[in-house]
């Protein structure tokens, strides 16, 4: 089934994303094209702004964002990358949240998932995304585009996965964890909390916390391309 159940209907507030960078360009043409909600503004704190405007969308101090866009008014969308493996993000989620903002999510339309997905708040699956049966993806989870998350696997809250990585079925993949383009992991492994998978990286079997995998980079060689024989 595509797109799940995570936009089935589309919400009439107005939505503040938090974040003014190239992930909060790219989080708004999602949630705005895609998603069809109005975002009224991006949030950034004060000692951050650069810029008035993006998108043409005001930019605003998250100190005392409440009382321009109340959160009886708006929700928020926390655009904040994988820094601080994930930590980050996780800190601005939960000022937003006690500020009182309910947080938004999106499934793309796009992306393949199963018919009793649920995307948890500040969660957004990208285009092209397969995620099977009985797989859950926990709060805070930024899937880019064009994964393949494979049967009963459970991501935990505030990961990080970029595009084209594979999962097997089976896999608990723990707490503010990032992986990132290519990755693949057997089935049936642990991967423990704020790990981070690199680039290409084979993962065969379980990982204690804060596990570091990196994978093996292409050599570049000592000649130019124009002295090649042949590609």
Not at 33 to 46: C, K, L, N
Request: hydrophobic share 45%.
């Amino acid at each position: 089934m595509a797109g799940g159940t995570g936009d089935a209907e589309v919400s009439t507030r107005g939505l503040v994303i938090f974040g003014a960078g190239q992930i909060a360009e790219v989080m708004h043409y999602y949630l705005t094209v895609e998603g069809g909600r109005q975002v009224a503004a991006f949030a950034v704190d004060r000692e951050y702004r650069t810029a008035d405007e993006v998108l043409g969308v005001p930019v605003v101090d998250f100190e005392g964002i409440e009382s321009r866009f109340p959160p009886s008014d708006y929700d928020m969308f926390v655009a904040v990358s994988f820094k601080q493996v994930n930590k980050l993000r996780m800190q601005k989620v939960a000022e937003a949240e006690a500020k009182g903002y309910a947080l938004a999510s999106h499934v793309s339309p796009r992306a393949t998932v199963w018919n009793g997905f649920v995307a948890q708040p500040n969660t957004i699956i990208m285009e092209h995304n397969v995620i099977q049966p009985f797989v859950t993806v926990g709060r805070n989870v930024t899937m880019w585009s064009g994964n393949h998350i494979g049967h009963h696997t459970r991501i935990g809250d505030n990961c990080f996965i970029a595009s084209q990585v594979v999962v097997s079925g089976d896999c608990d993949i723990g707490a503010g964890t990032f992986i990132g383009v290519n990755a693949t992991l057997r089935d049936g492994i642990k991967i423990g909390v704020h790990s981070v998978i690199g680039a290409g990286a084979l993962v065969l079997s379980d990982a204690p916390d804060e596990a570091v995998f990196i994978g093996t980079a292409a050599e570049l060689k000592k000649i130019p391309s124009s002295r090649l024989r042949s590609i």
